[in-house]
Structure formats: C-alpha cells, structure tokens
C-alpha cells in the first residue's frame, strides 16, 4: 500500500493532469490539504514538496503554493552548484546559546514559557566565509549539558544523529530562498560583505514524523558563491 502523503501526491497530480488547476493558479495550502484528507502538517507538506521538487508547483514567500507554468509534462530539478571543492570546507562555530525569543519559538511551534538552543556557525572556503548558518532546535534534540567544546556542534546533524538516533537530513522539510541586503553588522562582518552587497537568505523548517518542528534554520550565503542549476526533462 502506498504511503499515505504519496496517495495524496497522485490524487493532486491528477487534478493538475486533468486541468482542475491551469498553470498559474493558486495551488491548495499546507491546511487545505490538512483539511481535505484528515493528516498531518508533515504527510501535507511532505506531498507538496514532492511536487514541487518534480516541478508541477512552485512557492511564493507570503504568497502561497501554485500551479507552475512549465508544461506538466516535464520534470524540473532545482540544485545548488557548488563553486568551491567541498574538501577545503572549514566550520568555525560562533556560539551556542539557549533563548526563549516569542518569534523563534512560534517558527519552531513551542510555548511561550519554552526556551531552545541557536547554534550559530560559519562555513569557509578555505579563509573565505561564505555561509553563515543560524539553527534553533528544540531543546529535546540538544544534549544537556552542552559540551564545553563548541566544536562538538560544527556538523548539528552529526551531533543529533549521535545523541538521538535522529536522521534530520531525511526528514521532510521545506525551504525558501531569498535575495536579501543585510544591515546587520555581526553579519556583514562575518561574511566579509559591504553594507548592500547582496546576500541569499535560506529559510529551512525540518518536521518530525509526528509533525512538529525539529528544526529551524535561517542562513545566509555570500552572492559570490551561489548558484543554482535548473534541469527539465520531458518523462
């Protein structure tokens, strides 16, 4: 039998195929789809970034989900070209530290009275930063106490893995993209950019399979060293 989010996956790719939705059109929402099927934010977000990621839907920040405008015959893949050797990455971790911010903790859906841990790190190429990552996890995937060298934190996946026996790569998970132009100076700093030189801002939720946040991400990435590749192949 297949899963549930790959039935629901089919059922809104007919309703593509079949023109219910014509490209252009504003697609259902992560709560439609909750809604419509009785599921979880995860079995719902989880089949729209299946078709998002073939392709047949595509996000707007602060707008929603739509229909895309490609033929619905063809595949369309979205992927980062990396512009350094990955051999010569360096990790540098700034900071761990718990908070409670009210913002932080509506993005990772905890209680006004919970606290989580921001794990800032920057990632270089070889004395070049090029990618400033802010995480903010539950404080049920951070092992307490923390370790008195921050280094234990250099890879956040490594050390959840390790500590929890939790795959955060594999989860479901949705991200948006953004050209931004930071003003703020730690940031400029650490990225070696100049007030108005642009910046990729990278928003990441990652979900736990009973559909709560198990992480929220917030990088920037120096313009020197994105680049995305889009391939489209008839199926």
């Known amino acids: 039998m297949l899963p549930k989010y790959e039935q629901i996956k089919q059922d809104l790719l007919r309703e593509i195929k079949n023109h219910t939705f014509i490209p252009g059109d504003k697609f259902y929402s992560e709560a439609d789809i909750k809604r419509i099927y009785s599921v979880s934010s995860i079995t719902a977000v989880k089949a729209l970034n299946e078709l998002t990621s073939a392709g047949y839907l595509y996000r707007i920040q602060g707008k929603g989900t739509f229909v895309s405008k490609a033929k619905v015959s063809q595949n369309v893949k979205f992927s980062d070209i990396e512009l350094h050797s990955i051999d010569s990455e360096k990790v540098k971790v700034v900071s761990v530290e718990e908070e ?14 919970a606290s989580y841990y921001k794990i800032k790190r920057v990632r270089y190429f070889g004395d070049e930063p090029f990618l400033v990552h802010i995480t903010h996890l539950p404080k049920k995937l951070i092992k307490e106490p923390l370790a008195k060298d921050l280094s234990a934190y250099a890879s956040v996946y490594e050390r959840v893995r390790k500590d929890f026996a939790v795959d955060l790569f594999s989860l479901a998970s949705v991200e948006t993209n953004e050209i931004v132009f930071p003003d703020d100076a730690e940031l400029l700093n650490l990225l070696h950019l100049s007030f108005r030189e642009p910046a990729v801002k990278q928003v990441k939720h990652s979900y736990l399979a009973d559909g709560s946040v198990a992480e929220y991400i917030v990088s920037y990435k120096h313009w020197k060293y994105f680049k995305t590749k889009i391939e489209v192949e008839a199926e």
């Open 100 to 113: 409670n911010q009210p913002e932080i903790l509506k993005e990772l859906g905890l209680a006004a009275n």
